[in-house]
Antibody, heavy 119, light 107 residues
Framework: EVQLLESGGGLVQPGGSLRLSCAAS????????MSWVRQAPGKGLEWVSS????????YYGESVEGRFTISRDNSRNTLFLQMNNLRVDDTAKYYC????????????WGQGTLVTVSS | DIQMTQSPSSLSASVGDRVTITCRAS??????LNWYQQKSGEAPKLLIY???SLQTGGPSRFSGSGSGTAFTLTISSLQPGDFATYYC?????????FGPGTKVEIK
């Protein structure tokens, strides 16, 4: 069974940093592109970032480009999101998602970790 | 960036009704269109990918159609468990984008 378990969320002040992790199990992790998707309280879904299966290609949404860094450790089946210079509008639940090859939908999602940016 | 719109933003329907949600892209995305269901307090769940392919294990009352810029998600016979918000998502080009969602309420 595919499982994705996010951790690392919490309360941080504006301008601060946080590192999210996503532990993957139940599938051949190194064979899949992985992504982060976020959802602000009461709002819709926003794609944040994706990383290719080998980690050599990364992609970012405009609102996080230059502040967030996605990475992965295929030896530990873990996905990361380093978030720097956090803003109040980064407050959201952050989901880790597996990307199915081909038409690239998000076919499995974690339960999410909440990031709150507030002074 | 490719903008995604959905209509309606919300709807109320009775159990057994046929429900159709529309999603439009600001430019052609071929069939790189996916649909998700999100119930309150839960993570989204993939329903349809490649515009019309039903995800493994998905109920057959859900179907998708369309290509280019116009797409539809149809629930052939609404069930109480279908109360949720539905999002379309284009994976044709980065930045990947979602529609704003359609909230389905049961009458």
């Amino acid at each position: 069974e595919v499982q994705l378990l996010e951790s690392g969320g919490g309360l941080v002040q504006p301008g601060g940093s946080l590192r999210l992790s996503c532990a993957a199990s139940g599938f051949s992790y190194s064979g899949y592109t992985m992504s982060w998707v976020r959802q602000a309280p009461g709002k819709g879904l926003e794609w944040v970032s994706s990383i290719s299966n080998g980690g050599d290609s990364t992609y970012y949404g405009e609102s996080v480009e230059g502040r967030f860094t996605i990475s992965r450790d295929n030896s530990r089946n873990t996905l990361f999101l380093q978030m720097n210079n956090l803003r109040v509008d980064d407050t959201a639940k952050y989901y880790c998602a597996r990307v199915l090859s081909g038409y690239e939908p998000f076919d499995h999602w974690g339960q999410g970790t909440l990031v709150t940016v507030s002074s | 960036d490719i903008q995604m719109t959905q209509s309606p933003s919300s709807l109320s329907a009775s159990v057994g009704d046929r429900v159709t949600i529309t999603c439009r892209a600001s430019q052609s995305i071929s069939t790189y269109l996916n649909w998700y269901q999100q119930k309150s307090g839960e993570a989204p769940k993939l329903l349809i990918y490649d515009a019309s392919s039903l995800q493994t294990g998905g109920p057959s009352r859900f179907s998708g159609s369309g290509s280019g810029t116009a797409f539809t998600l149809t629930i052939s016979s609404l069930q109480p468990g279908d109360f949720a918000t539905y999002y379309c998502h284009q994976s044709f080009d980065f930045p990947w984008t979602f529609g704003p969602g359609t909230k389905v309420e049961i009458k």
